[in-house]
């Protein structure tokens, strides 16, 4: 197995391989090294991308989740991917969008934040796949945590290869629009 051990190399280059990039795909069919999970305070399974992630990983994950002692808004959990193609899984809780006023920008961010220090950390996990955190079910506007997401997982490239999930093309427009934005500010 071939370690991240720095910045992107040649040969990463030479394969067309961006620090961070936008798909649009199922997160659960992903050969990463991790997935991240939109769960919820229990990390007991629930709809959206957590329900598909606990379908397709089997119930050995609830029963690693049990262990866990659930976890809070803004933080972040590891657990194996089982019957995913994903070695791990990092379980992180978005903040519900009551308006903008309760912190939810600053919870978002620290989702972002501590799942790259917790996959960071995990010298096997070098690829990282992110669905939309708290986008669906709860409701955060779209544009404002792609945003987000964008500015907290670039202060990881040093260490991780970060692919933003989208599920839907329109989902995946606007990333690849703010990606691109991204990198002419970087370049400047
Ligand atoms: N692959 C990639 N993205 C997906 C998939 C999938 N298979 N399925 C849905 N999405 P949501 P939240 C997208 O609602 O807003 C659960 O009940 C979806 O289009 O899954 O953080 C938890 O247990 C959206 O862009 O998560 C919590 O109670 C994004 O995933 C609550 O929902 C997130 O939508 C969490 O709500």
Known sequence: M????????????RRGIRPLNAICDD???LS???IVNAANASLMGG???DGAIHRAAGPRLLHECRLLGGCKTGEAKLTGG???PARF????????????GDGEDELL???YRKSCELASAQPAIRTLAFPCISTGIYGFPFERAARIAIRECAAHTDRLITTFCCFSERDRNVYSQLLEEHGRRVAD
């Open 27 to 29: 997160i659960t069919t």
């Open 32 to 34: 990463v090294d991790a």
């Open 82 to 84: 089982h019957g995913l």
């Open 89 to 100: 899984i990092v379980h992180t809780v978005g903040p519900v969008w009551h308006g903008g």
């Open 2 to 13: 071939r370690y991240w051990t720095g910045r992107l190399d040649r040969a990463d280059r």
């Open 47 to 49: 709809g959206g991308v």
């Open 109 to 111: 961010a620290s989702c």
